[in-house]
């Protein structure tokens, strides 16, 4: 029986969601498998990874072949490494302290490159948020001035037809105080 470390996908479509499983090769990619190793979400920036090197690293002993995508992720977590290393110490090249050291500086470097990711993509976001702010703010400023135009401009309009109305008014009362004199003069006469 060979034996594969590969994804299962879980989730709904669109957003997958991923066990990472020791699987026998002749099993559906959904179907049976031998032993869960852990997750993989994908939909996240950073991806969250959770897995339990120790158990992928018995697996990779016993023979497990891990795919293409699986591999990346062991990768990524240490587990090839530390299978590398537990050869290593097998062969005698180096002591189970050696070996358990250079994993951890290798953990503490891998930790501080991804907190330095963490922190440029929170950066980004926080420029891209200001930015976005910015933007709407002047759009903002804009639609108001416009606002204020338009209300001067009715304003005006307004201002307008009142001195238009009030001369009408003054000009319609001299027409008829003019009138009323005419007349007042005819009946004089």
Avoid: C
Wanted: no cysteine; aromatic share 6%.
């Amino acid at each position: 029986m060979s034996v594969k470390i590969r994804l299962q996908r879980h989730g709904k479509k669109g957003k997958p969601f991923y066990w990472i499983v020791a699987a026998d090769a002749r099993a559906k990619r959904d179907g049976r498998f031998l032993e869960k190793l852990g997750t993989y979400d994908p939909n996240k920036n950073p991806a969250i990874i959770d897995l339990d090197v120790d158990g992928a690293v018995k697996w990779l002993q016993n023979g497990a072949q891990p795919t293409d995508t699986a591999r990346a992720i062991l990768s990524y977590k240490g587990a090839m490494l530390k299978n590398h290393l537990a050869g290593g110490v097998a062969k005698g090249a180096f002591t189970e302290e050696e070996a358990e050291k250079k994993f951890q500086a290798w953990l503490d470097e891998k930790a501080g490159k991804v907190a330095t990711k963490e922190e440029s993509l929170a950066k980004a976001k926080a420029e891209a948020k200001a930015k976005a702010l910015e933007a709407e703010k002047a759009v903002n400023e804009a639609r108001t001035a416009a606002a204020v135009e338009v209300e001067e401009e009715v304003a005006e309009e307004a201002t307008e037809e009142v001195t238009a109305e009030a001369t009408e008014e003054v000009a319609a009362e001299e027409t008829a105080e003019t009138t009323e004199e005419e007349t007042k003069e005819e009946a004089a006469e």
